[in-house]
């Protein structure tokens, strides 16, 4: 927060400022960017007073004009409204809170805003002003500090109204308020910070009051008060240990006098007698001021003074400044003696008007006798003395706990220096910035910090600091800033993310964050030749050699220091003017710069000289061309040097260089003039890539080529025209760079055919242009491109990207500017400065980043719902709402422009929707159902949160498409085509049965004339037949006897056929189409047919109720007969004396039986009576042609019984 009184600025920041950026090729173990944001991208002031990261994971930053969320894309602002007391409640934001129920506490320079889970999904605030009629209004409208208790009370800091507790339950404040006179109230009505420590106490930071701890049991402040130096000798006390010997003394003895708890003004004396000389101890606390205003303690013998207690040999007794107490050891006289005390009638015992001293028990005073051995303890414990531990400055400004497990230390911000406070010892130690200039405005400490590495973040009123705690000192920020301009103006706040970002807000300068990068950015001191590196080179030494636009740079790891070599036209000695293009170190230790213009020169160490090599036109043994690309040394120590105008073998002992050319005439020479890189392989052999011509492989004993060329029309061939990069990685594979065909391998296949695999921009390469390769320890290869660095695994071929926001110089590199140490450490030059690394260290950020739903559109319209977005399970729309979409955030700060967003609707999509950096996922015409929205993302390193956020969709359908209306739909058409096909069904029953009885009464008319001409003209002629057969039979004497067999014959026959007549003429009549009439027609053929016999026949159940039972004329034919033949089979075989034909209706079945009292059915000699069973096959086949069952019950010797059971027809049928 901002504190009271500043002071002028002195050179401190600016000294540390000139270092930074003088010494950027430093050792840098902690690699740091600051990112600025202001009003430019969104921020409503740069004035920035308090921050504050929700559990969410959403920045909130108050500034001097409004309150802005930040996603890591975008501010959202909250302003002031005027009229409306909905909006928050001034702009001026100053402190900001969130409690453990999630509600967002915002304190303003006019009052207390709320913004609870509801009011927050309404973008709307409750507030809570001072109101000077309302003694329980908040007391001050000015806010400086918010916070929780362990208890979940509510404390409210202000500016010149003290303290609030706030009972949410009630909505009143409770003030807590200077009481002048009381010391356990608080002691400053402006109270600056507040902070509760891991033990769960609440600490206050005063402007003027110091450091206060409060305790809720007694509702009492503890003060740790600010002692200026000049005052320190003041406040020296007694050691405790000097107190331990008094507490041991009094245990054991009763004091020869005391005046203990004195008060009211009183002056009181006790008399003593000491009756041998002795060792005594006196103590006396009183309030003895210098100059002595009172004496507050005397010791006399015989009215002699022996001992005053004096300021001047007092010592403070904690408490307030005026509080003293004097300790004596003395030597007495034996004899009478007079304790004498005097107290103040405004500061004493249970009357203090300012603070009590540490023992207040001790107050007035007493003596004791000492033996030789508490004599002889006690004296040198008197001449300690120790300096009272208190705060370095009455101004508390931060308070923080400290970030090391278990520790019961607190950090305090104060307006002169840090100080660590141990809270079990209640001690303090102090920590200056500037330690040899108190008035530094570094020392006016404003916010404090804890990173994740266990130091602080120290916001001061000239920027900010690190403090390393282990260390017990302030880092300098040239060892920790690597690039970025730090904030220097007057630092209101710090916090830490839960990533650990530093979060900076600046009095004047707006928001700042500290973002870790994963590679050294090295720039070369101001005033050097150039940013623009183009070669490097780290020799033995440890010194790195760095070629660049306007020059050569020598830099001594080791001491920082810088070299410069610049061509200067008056010494022949120094280096070629040009840009550097390579640098070699032979074998001899010399080092070889090429130059673009300025030809080869070789430097010495030893003679600090360059010797200079450079094309002459009449000199074949000279180089061929002064503007030199990449250099190679063969195993015969040779250089070999590509250049612009061909390739050129040159002796360093000679100085002297072949020259090979190409030759259009010639396929095996060089393919190209201009040489842009140079390897000379494990086996020898002397690769060349070349600018238009391929990839040259060069015999050095024959000087002919082996060239590989681009075929657009052979994909196995290479990528591109232009080689710029050559490696051969330890597997022996030869890669090559090109200048727009990406990466290319040279390997064989089975047959042993050489062949290129390419990777380009598809196969997730940055770039197509390749600078440089270079191989770490795990053998993958690490490329700069013209748009940025790319690793790449030839093993798996996962390629990692890593751009400017990763800390590299620029998207742009240069080609061979690149250096791989013995250590392992790389090193590559681009436009702007190099980068150095260690490959084992750029590790990914592991962390996911956490995914929030941030807004729900209905057709293009954003909903508002009871609760934040984020913390909604599901959504409820109908079947019309089917036009919806979700906006999303990940809550990246590191790198929000590297995160990657998939999303998919589960029930409708069936894989993921990768849409790269796009925040929106729309959708349109979903149909009813159930769905889950889940959306997930990477982090700025490409790790992906797999569980991301989801929400739960319900899509109700039309009431036309819902189960209820389904059913009912589906049972009303069933009861309509039931109805209908009933209707049909009826219509053709009704129009069949019409139909039927037309043709049943044709039919019946037919077969009742049938019956009646029959019987008129049949029966007629067969009875006189019959008659004439018998008056013949009579009537002829005499008649031959086989004449008259035949005449029986004809006329048993007519008899018969008169018989079948009449049943054929029953059958036929439809009157006697019915069950009744036809068990009558078998009655009257029983009674016919056991007339002449002995054999009582029956029937049993036939009721005039079965002429209802109507029947066709198949079932009258076949039941008819099935039952004659039944009685037939009685007659012949049965020799019984009863038969029994019983008839039984029961649920539209039918049961017909045949019983007679025979001798049953038995078997005679193992076969069945004679014509039995013929009879009894015919029974069953009719049966079955009725679709009935044919039971037969004969028990031996007990009768049998015929059961026919079968359904009644219907209708006859």
Known sequence: MNCFTKIKRPLFWSVWLLLLLTVPLGAQPAKHTFVRLGVEDGLSSTEVHTLLQDRYGFIWIGTADGLNLYDGYRFTPYQRKPFDSTSISANATTALYEDRQGTLWIGTVHGLSRMNAQERAAGRFQQFLHDPANPQSLSANIISAIC????????????????????????????????????????????????????????????RGGLQKFDPSTQQFTTFTWQHPSFLPHYEQYPPAVFAFIDSLCAVQVPLAAVLQAGDGKDRTVKFDLPEDSIVLVIATGEALEPPLFDFAWLEREGESVWQMRHAHSKHGGGAAKNRIAIARLYLRAGAYALRYRSDDSHSSQKWNAWPPHRPELWGAQIFRLNADGAGKIAPLLRQACRPSALSHAQVNAIIDDPQPGSRTLWIATAHGLNRFDTVTETFSHYFPDSKNAAAEANFITALAADDSGGLWIGTMAGVLRFD????????????????????????????????????????????????????????????????ILAIYQDKKNSLWLGTAAGLVRYDRSSTRTRN??????????????????????????????????????????????????????????????????????????????????????????????????????????????????????????WAGTALGGLSKFDPVTGRCQNYVHDPNDRSSLSNRTVTALHQDRSGTLWIGTYSGGLCALQRDKNGDEKFINYMVDSGLPSNKIQAILEDEEGRLWLSTNNGVARFDPITKNVRRYTVQDGLQHAQFFRNAAWRNAAGEMFF?????????????????????????????????????????????????RYDENFFSFEFVALDYAGAENVQYAYKLEGLDQDWRYCGEQRIATYTNVDPGEYVFRVKASNHDGVWHERGASIEIAIAPPFWQTAWFFLASLGATMLTAYALFQYRLRAQVRKSLELERVRFLEREKVREQIARDYHDEMGHKITKIGLFSELLTRNVNGIARELKEHLDKVLEASQSLALDARDFI??????????????????????TLFEESEINFQVQGLSEASAHVKLNMEWKRHLTLLFKEGMNNVLK???????VLEIEIQHGNLQMSLADDGVGLAPINGHVRNGAGVGLENMKRRAQLLHGQLEIESPEGKGTTIRFLSALPINGY
Not at 1133 to 1139: D, G, I, Q, Y
Request: aromatic content about 10%; some cysteine.
């Open 1133 to 1139: 075989h049965a020799r019984c004396k009863n038969v």
């Open 148 to 207: 929780e208790d362990a208890d979940g009370n509510l404390w409210i800091a202000t500016r010149g109204g003290g303290l609030n507790r706030f009972d949410q339950s009630q909505n009143i404040f409770v003030h807590y308020r200077r009481e002048p006179g009381n010391p356990f109230g608080l002691n400053d009505d402006i109270v600056l910070t507040l902070h509760r420590d891991r033990d769960g106490v609440l600490w206050v930071g005063t402007a």
């Open 829 to 877: 030059g681009g436009s702007n400065g190099f980068n150095s690394f260690f490959p084992a260290q750029i590790r990914d950020d592991p962390r996911p980043a956490p995914v929030v739903l941030t807004q729900f559109k209905k057709f293009d319209h954003v909903q508002r719902f009871d609760r934040p977005l984020a913390v909604i399970e599901n959504i409820a729309l």
């Open 565 to 686: 070599f610049k061509h200067d036209p008056a010494n022949p000695n120094s280096l070629r003017a040009g840009p550097v293009s390579f640098i070699h170190a032979d074998q001899s230790g010399n080092f070889w710069i090429g130059t673009w213009g300025g030809g080869l020169s070789r430097f010495t160490p030893a003679t600090d000289k360059f010797v200079h090599y450079h094309f002459d036109p009449r000199d074949p043994s000279s180089l061929s061309s002064n503007f030199l690309h990449c250099v190679a040394e063969d195993n015969n120590g040779m250089l070999w040097i590509g250049t612009a105008g061909g390739l050129n073998r040159f002796d360093p002992h000679s100085g002297r260089a072949q020259r090979f050319l190409h030759d259009p005439n010639d396929p095996q020479s060089i393919p190209a003039n201009e040489v842009f890189s140079l390897l000379v392989d494990r086996s020898g052999a002397l």
């Open 469 to 532: 705690i282990k260390a017990n000192r302030f880092v300098n920020p040239s060892e920790t800033f690597e690039y970025g301009a730090p904030p220097r103006g007057n630092i209101n706040t710090l916090i830490t993310d839960h990533t650990g970002i530093l979060w900076v807000g600046e009095g004047s300068g707006g928001l700042h964050k500290l973002v870790p990068r994963k590679f050294s950015h090295h720039l070369l001191p101001e005033g050097g030749p150039s940013n623009q």
């Open 1066 to 1087: 029953w059958a036929l009549n439809p009157e006697k189409d019915s069950l009744y009439e036809t068990c009558l027609h078998l009655q009257e053929f029983g009674n």
